[in-house]
């Protein structure tokens, strides 16, 4: 076998990434669209007692749905790019949690400490 004739074969060796299929995309869109008429009847319906209820709910679908787009729609597992991609995800996801966490700590205790007690106690004095 020559080097021509192993250059006109098409194969991928290294090649361990997702393949797209239409049944993929099909998947993907069915779940998206599953997961957001259900949060929709959920609010639009009343089904829930409590609007933080619903609200934590809304956001467990969101958090599903986020990881639907990430498998059927960016194509991220751990075989893509040797894991890299999966591991830079994990990263971005660690940081936007300690930014977010971290911003609303900050602003809760801010927004405690900051408020002068003897200012209020005499606004609600006033006539």
């Known amino acids: 076998m020559s080097t021509q004739d192993h250059a006109s074969h098409d194969h991928h060796h290294d090649d361990v990434g997702?393949?797209?299929?239409?049944?993929?995309y099909a998947t993907g869109f069915v779940l998206s669209v599953v997961l957001t008429a259900i949060p929709f009847w959920l609010v639009m319906g009343q089904v829930l007692p409590s609007p933080k209820l619903t609200a934590f709910v809304i956001l467990g679908f969101a958090a599903v749905q986020m990881v639907v787009?990430?498998?059927y729609?960016?194509?991220l597992n751990a075989k893509v790019e040797g894991g890299w991609s999966l591991l830079a995800?994990?990263?971005?996801?660690a940081l936007v949690v300690i930014l977010l966490a971290?911003?609303?700590w900050v602003m809760y205790h801010m927004n405690t400490n900051m408020?002068?007690?003897?200012?209020a106690q005499m606004m609600r004095n006033m006539p």
């Open 18 to 24: 997702y393949h797209a299929t239409l049944r993929g």
């Open 69 to 71: 787009h990430m498998i």
């Open 73 to 75: 729609f960016l194509h």
């Open 89 to 93: 995800l994990t990263f971005t996801v």
């Open 102 to 104: 971290g911003s609303i």
């Open 115 to 119: 408020m002068p007690k003897a200012d």
